[in-house]
C-alpha cells in the first residue's frame, strides 16, 4: 500500500519539475503536491549529479537553503500568505554577499573570506524565503565573456559541454539551465547577464542603473555594475525583479523611486508600439541562423500590431573603445583595496609592505585581472587622463545621446544579443580582443545605463541557443518585459536542455 509521501511522488514528478517555471513550482507547492524542503533536496540531488561536469557553483549553502525551505512548508501548512517566489531555489553570484557564507568573486585573492554582511538584494531574497543554494561560479571579478576566467574552474555550458556558457554570469546562467536552480541573479557591467542568457537559452536582463542596489555587490566598475535576474521565463524574470529592486539609503547611486509592479503590463498588446531594429547591430556580421531568427522575431512583431523603424546608432562604433577605457580605469581604482592587508590572500615571505603588495597581487590575481588593472591604471595616469579617460567619458555622454535620440523614434529597440551562439572553450581565451568584441551589442546599454535583456528565440543548426537583445528607455523595464513576453508567447522556446547534453 502506497503512503501519502509515496502518493505525491506517483501523481508529481519533482525530477521534471526542477526544470519549470516558478509559477508552476509554486503552484505545486500551494496545492501540497511537493514540499519546499523536498523541492530544494531534489535541486541539491541534481547539483550533485551534473555540476561536477558544469562547474556551476563554487561552493553551496544547503543549511541556510533547507532552513529557508522549512520555514516555508511551516507557513503552507499554517495557511499563511506567502511571497511569489518563496521556496523557489535560487542561485546567487558569487560576487554578491550572503553574511556567514564565502564570496570569492572567484578569485584566489578572496578565496577564505567570509561576508560579514548581507547584499541588499541578499536581504530582499531572505525576506521573500527564497533559498539560495550556492554561490554560483563566474569570471574572476566578473571580468570576462566566457567564464573561462575563473580561479576555481571553468564553467561549461549544459547544452554542450564543449561550449562556454558566456560571462561573467556563466555559473549563475549554467544552474538555472542545467536545472541545479530555478532563478539566479547575476551582475551586468558590459553583458554579463545578457551574454550568458543568450549562450544558455535563458532570459536575463540588466536593470536601469540604479534600479537595483549595488550595496554588498563586489564592485568592478561603479558606474556600470547591476545586478538583474537569469529566468526560465520573462514572468520569472519580473517576479525577481519586483523582489530585488528599490532604493536603498546605503547605495548612492540607487535611484530614490518607489518601483511599479513589474508583471502587470506583460500581457499588453502591442499594437501602435513602435519596435526599433538597430541598423549597426542587425545587418553585417551575423551567423546565418541569428540573422533569420531576427527576421522572424521582427515578422512575429508586425503581426502583433508593433510596427518597424530603422533605428541608427553611429557612434556605436565606438563603444567597446570606450567601455574597456572606463571599466578598465573604474577597475583600477575599485581593486586597489585587495592588498593583503585587511583581508583575503596574503603572499608569504614578503621582506617589506611594498614587497608583501607586490606579492600578494601578483599572486591573487588572474592574468585578466591584471591586464585590466594595468589598462586601466595606465588611463587614468599623469598625462594620460585627459586623452583616454576623459575622452572615453564625453563619447560615453554622446552614445548616450543617441540613444535618446533613437527612444523618440521607437518604443523598444532590437538586436541580435550576440552575432553568434555559444563558441567552443578555449578558442578564444589567447585573443582578448576577440574575446572583447563578443559584447559588441551589449555593452552600450551599461554606457547609456538603460535596461536590458535577452529573450531566447530559437536554436542553430548545432542545437545551441539564440538569443535577441531587447532594450528599452531609462525605468521603462515595465514596457520592455511586455515587448519580451509577447515575443517569448509567440516562439515558444523550449528552455529544457537535451536529454544528451550532460551525459
Known amino acids: 500500500m502506497l503512503t501519502r509521501e509515496h502518493e505525491r511522488y506517483f501523481k508529481l514528478d519533482i525530477s521534471e519539475l ?67 517566489l518563496a521556496g523557489i531555489p535560487l542561485a546567487l553570484k558569487d560576487n554578491i554577499n550572503l553574511k556567514s557564507y564565502s564570496t570569492t568573486a572567484s578569485s584566489k585573492i578572496l578565496a577564505n573570506f567570509v561576508s560579514p554582511y548581507d547584499a541588499t538584494v541578499t536581504k530582499k531574497l531572505k525576506s521573500n524565503l527564497i533559498p539560495i543554494m550556492g554561490k554560483a561560479n563566474m569570471d574572476e571579478f566578473a571580468m570576462g565573456s566566457s567564464n573561462e576566467n575563473s580561479a576555481t574552474k571553468i564553467v561549461r555550458n549544459p547544452w554542450n559541454l564543449n561550449k562556454v556558457p558566456g560571462g561573467s554570469s556563466g555559473g549563475s546562467a549554467a544552474a538555472v539551465a542545467a536545472g541545479e536552480a530555478t532563478l539566479a541573479l547575476g551582475s551586468d557591467t558590459g553583458g554579463s547577464i545578457r551574454l550568458p542568457g543568450s549562450y544558455c537559452g535563458l532570459v536575463g536582463l540588466k536593470p536601469t542603473y540604479g534600479r537595483v542596489s549595488r550595496y554588498g555587490l563586489i564592485a568592478f566598475a561603479s558606474s556600470l555594475d547591476q545586478i538583474g535576474p537569469l529566468t526560465r521565463t520573462v514572468e520569472d524574470a519580473a517576479l525577481l525583479l519586483n523582489v530585488i529592486s528599490g532604493y536603498d539609503e546605503k547605495d548612492s547611486t540607487s535611484l530614490n523611486q518607489t518601483p511599479p509592479d513589474f508583471t502587470k503590463d506583460l500581457r499588453n498588446d502591442l499594437k501602435g508600439l513602435k519596435i526599433g531594429y538597430i541598423k549597426e547591430l542587425c545587418t553585417e556580421g551575423l551567423m546565418p541562423e541569428v540573422e533569420n531568427a531576427l527576421k522572424k522575431s521582427l515578422e512575429i512583431y508586425k503581426s502583433l500590431g508593433a510596427e518597424l523603424v530603422e533605428i541608427s546608432l553611429p557612434l556605436i562604433k565606438y563603444s567597446i573603445a570606450v567601455y574597456y577605457i572606463v571599466a578598465t580605469a573604474e577597475a583600477s581604482s575599485n581593486l586597489a583595496r585587495f592588498d593583503g592587508v585587511k583581508y583575503g590572500y596574503r603572499a608569504k615571505d614578503a621582506q617589506s609592505l611594498y614587497e608583501m603588495y607586490v606579492k600578494t597581487r601578483a599572486q591573487g590575481f588572474g592574468d585578466e585581472v591584471k591586464r585590466r588593472i594595468m589598462l586601466g591604471t595606465y588611463a587614468l595616469s599623469s598625462g594620460y587622463y585627459d586623452a583616454y579617460y576623459k575622452k572615453a567619458q564625453q563619447l560615453r555622454r554622446l552614445i548616450k545621446n543617441d540613444f535618446d535620440n533613437a527612444f523618440k523614434k521607437a518604443d523598444v529597440l532590437i538586436s541580435p544579443t550576440c552575432p553568434h551562439t555559444a563558441f567552443d572553450i578555449g578558442s578564444k581565451i589567447e585573443d582578448p580582443l576577440s574575446m572583447y568584441l563578443t559584447d559588441i551589442a551589449t555593452i552600450t546599454a551599461n554606457l547609456a545605463g538603460i535596461p536590458a535583456m535577452n529573450v531566447p528565440v530559437g536554436l542553430d543548426n548545432s542545437g545551441l541557443p539564440i538569443g535577441l537583445q531587447l532594450q528599452a528607455d531609462c525605468l521603462n523595464e515595465t514596457k520592455l518585459l511586455n515587448v519580451a513576453f509577447k515575443l517569448e508567447e509567440a516562439v515558444q522556446f523550449n528552455y529544457g536542455i537535451p536529454s544528451t547534453a550532460l551525459v
Open 18 to 84: 526542477i526544470t519549470k517555471s516558478s509559477s508552476e513550482q509554486r503552484k505545486a507547492l500551494l496545492n501540497k503536491e511537493v514540499s519546499a524542503v523536498e523541492l530544494t533536496m531534489e535541486v541539491y540531488r541534481k547539483i550533485e549529479s551534473v555540476d561536477e561536469k558544469i562547474g556551476a557553483y563554487n561552493s553551496l549553502t544547503k543549511e541556510y537553503a533547507l532552513e529557508t525551505a522549512k520555514k516555508v512548508d511551516e507557513k503552507i501548512r499554517n495557511n499563511e500568505e506567502i511571497s511569489p
